[in-house]
């Protein structure tokens, strides 16, 4: 019976992460419409915030990671990589800290990774250019991720909420 | 339960809008802050490695050739780029002191000063 249990969670967590390569994927394919370097939707988001509240924080910490490592490696560079890297892990470890508090609704918890994960990669951004002048699209950035945020957050509730697993 | 979902969708909305009200006053006290320019440095690695005057139109190939910068009616673009998300391309025109196009996969940033 443990087994049988412990199957069907690694079966289900493969399947999210392999669903997360697929929004990887369709969002490398999208074209950017507004040009500055950091503003996407966010697609995968909603099955981290979905595997976040469904099944818990270590099992995101898992999809997320390990998805920004293969799209890093399949569809992007290693540049991407470490921008990726900085914004999903602050922006996960805001959104499994909002969660715990139980104050805010999964839109909520989305707004704050997008702005969470946009703040990570100007941060890395600072870091590999060695200027602060990249704050300059701080402003912008703010206002995409919780455009962003927010939309996700609306999708990942509707899931989390009508999907079974 | 139905009252706490509502307190939570309204600290929803509070977080959200505070957020755009923070950007967008950050964003006019940043436009607010800039006047119009007269030189644009090009700067790589956080380091000047070139100026030019607004002021006389031309087009100075940088990086060996990876980026054109344009000057054009005192306006400065990045004409052409041969880095992979051409994101650069697409800033547009920059005119006033403080306006920067950054070029991530170059590491270069044209700045008007």
């Known amino acids: ?165 | 339960m139905k009252a706490d979902k509502k307190t939570r969708t309204l600290r929803d909305l509070v977080l959200i809008l505070s957020l755009l009200c923070i950007g967008l006053i950050l964003f006019f006290i940043l436009r607010g802050s800039m006047q119009a320019g007269t030189q644009v440095a090009v700067i790589v690695d956080n380091e000047t490695v070139a100026t030019y005057s607004l002021l006389t139109d031309g087009e100075y190939p940088l990086l060996d050739g990876k980026n054109l910068l344009v000057i054009e009616e005192g306006a400065a673009y990045i004409g052409e780029s041969e880095c992979p998300d051409h994101l650069c391309e697409r800033m547009g025109r920059i005119r006033k002191s403080g306006a920067r196009i950054v070029c991530l996969p170059h590491h270069l940033t044209v700045k008007i000063i």
Not at chain 1, 41 to 60: M, Q, W, Y
Not at chain 1, 76 to 82: E, P, R, T
Not at chain 1, 96 to 114: N, Q, Y
């Open chain 1, 1 to 165: 019976m443990k087994n049988r249990k412990r199957l069907r969670k690694m079966t289900v967590l493969s399947l999210l992460f392999a669903l997360a390569m697929i929004f990887s994927f369709v969002e490398s394919r999208l074209p950017t419409f507004i040009p500055i370097p950091g503003v996407k939707l966010g697609l995968c988001n909603v099955v981290v915030i979905f595997t976040l509240l469904r099944l818990g924080a270590p099992e995101a910490i898992a999809v997320s990671v390990l998805r920004v490592l293969l799209s890093s490696l399949l569809f992007g560079n290693m540049a991407a990589f470490f921008y990726s890297l900085a914004g999903a892990v602050l922006s996960l470890a805001g959104m499994i800290l909002l969660s715990k508090t139980k104050l805010f609704s999964p839109v909520g918890i989305s707004v704050a990774g997008g702005v969470l994960h946009n703040i990570g990669q100007i941060l890395m951004a600072m870091l590999i250019l060695g200027t602060a002048g990249v704050l300059y699209y701080l402003p912008v950035l703010l206002i995409a991720g919780t455009v962003a945020g927010a939309l996700i957050g609306l999708a990942a509730a509707y899931l989390t909420k009508r999907v079974d697993i």
